[in-house]
């Protein structure tokens, strides 16, 4: 012992700073007493958070797209969903809270649970919904991206039948989707429709300008071709009556011919000859194939020229004259011209708008209903589990012991070592 361990008594102790266990455990049966009441204490404030915290439960459904949901859908003109991209979107409204309050707004049976619920806390339905609805609701996706099925849960209180909210929650917001989806559907067909009778119009407009020109053309050939006849005709009649005139001056011609000559009746060559006169003497006259007016005779002359000159009043009638007169008679009635202006429908000769018109038949025979779309496939429905979410009773219990044991050693400590320190105080002193 030292001079100053001497001076200091209770400072006395050993230098290698070991701990006896005995002390230990002597200190700690001496303050059993603090370990009980700690442990009685804890296990008590144990019962009554298990007795006033409300047990919840989670249930959960998964799902996965449906491989061929949306084949029908996809026939439409303009649409080309993935099953990606309609999970994706479906999942953005199960996670939306308007969508959650308008299906509770849907369901008159959740509708008066929340409401009174809601009541009951003294707070709004949509405060009420967000707290005990919305934000119990979680998606969760696969650990691994792009393979396994997405859960949709719900954190609830016992009273709640959370797990057939879950299944009503998931189908009803499905079949709303996929009314959107059939409305898409429905407005990307009625654009196209409305597409091809634009398309159709155009075609008909255009054709009916181009039967007009048709018309425009051809009325334009019929009139120059029927002058072209007026004038041949005219041409014709005024060739016979010049004709006509150029006989009478013949015939007239002829006339005075015959009277100098004493022709009076029709005669030959031969019979001009002196009486007695031998026949052989008029062998060498060549007459060649015909005979001149004259030899007519007055008398038949002055009668044709008499015909001749009646006729000059009436109109020419000669085979080119009819044939031209037949021509323009055919040309009164254009046929082709009248056809193409007394057309009701010019749709059966555009080959491109009967094709727009089938294609619009098709069209709308291939409408899509929402019995054909199927977004995603329920693997598991949600059902209410056998234990609530969080510790059990026992757990509790067990960790209050075990806190409430320490605490209580941890304070016999303290006291003891309180304790020491007054003893130090008074040795000091």
């Known amino acids: 012992m030292t001079a100053h361990d001497s001076q200091f008594p209770a400072l006395s102790y050993r230098r290698d700073d070991e701990i006896d266990l005995r002390d230990i455990a002597l200190m700690l049966l001496d303050g059993w007493k603090w370990i009980l009441g700690s442990v009685a204490t804890a296990v008590v404030l144990a019962l009554v958070f298990v007795a006033v915290s409300p047990q919840s439960f989670r249930a959960s459904t998964s799902y996965t797209p449906a491989p061929e949901g949306l084949r029908q859908l996809n026939q439409m003109p303009g649409i080309d969903y993935s099953a990606a991209t309609t999970q994706a979107e479906l999942e953005l409204k199960l996670g939306s809270f308007g969508n959650l309050r308008d299906f509770i707004g849907a369901h008159p049976e959740w509708q008066s649970i929340a409401q009174a619920e809601a009541d009951e806390q003294g707070v709004t339905l949509d405060e009420h919904l967000r707290l005990h609805y919305f934000d119990k609701l979680k998606i969760s996706l696969p650990a691994k991206e792009g393979t396994g099925p997405h859960q949709l849960s719900l954190e609830y209180p016992e009273s709640r039948k959370g797990a057939a909210l879950l299944n009503d929650y998931l189908a009803w917001t499905e079949a709303r989707y996929t009314q959107t989806l059939v409305q898409r559907a429905s407005r990307a067909l009625e654009t196209a429709v409305t597409r091809n009778s634009e398309k159709m119009q155009a075609h008909l407009d255009a054709y009916q300008d181009s039967v007009n020109a048709e018309i425009t053309r051809l009325e334009e050939q019929h009139d120059i071709h029927l002058a072209e006849l007026d004038d041949q005709l005219q041409a014709e009649k005024n060739a016979e009556h010049k004709s006509r005139l150029e006989r009478i001056r013949t015939l007239t011609q002829s006339e005075a011919i015959a009277q100098r000559l004493g022709i009076a009746k029709p005669t030959s060559p031969l019979e001009l000859g002196d009486e007695g006169q031998p026949l052989s003497d008029y062998d060498d006259i060549s007459i060649g194939t015909s005979l001149p007016l004259y030899f007519m005779g007055t008398q038949a002359l002055a009668a044709e020229k008499e015909v001749v000159e009646q006729s000059l009043e009436e109109d020419a009638s000669t085979p080119a004259i009819r044939d031209i007169e037949k021509k323009i008679a055919q040309l009164q009635h254009e046929r082709r011209i009248e056809a193409l202006q007394h057309r009701d429908d010019d749709s059966p000769f555009i080959e491109a708008y009967n094709q727009l018109r089938q294609e619009n038949t098709l069209l709308r025979a291939n409408r899509v209903a929402a019995t054909d779309i199927d977004v995603v496939e329920v693997v598991n429905l949600a059902y209410r589990?056998?234990?609530?979410?969080?510790?059990?009773?026992?757990?509790?219990?067990?960790?209050?012991?075990?806190?409430?044991?320490?605490?209580?050693?941890?304070?016999?400590?303290?006291?003891?070592?309180?304790?020491?320190?007054?003893?130090?105080?008074?040795?000091?002193?």
């Not at 016999?412 to 020491?420: A, L």
């Open 385 to 429: 589990p056998n234990r609530p979410e969080g510790p059990g009773k026992a757990l509790v219990l067990a960790l209050a012991i075990v806190l409430g044991g320490m605490l209580g050693v941890m304070l016999v400590m303290c006291v003891s070592f309180g304790r020491s320190l007054k003893r130090y105080r008074v040795q000091r002193t």
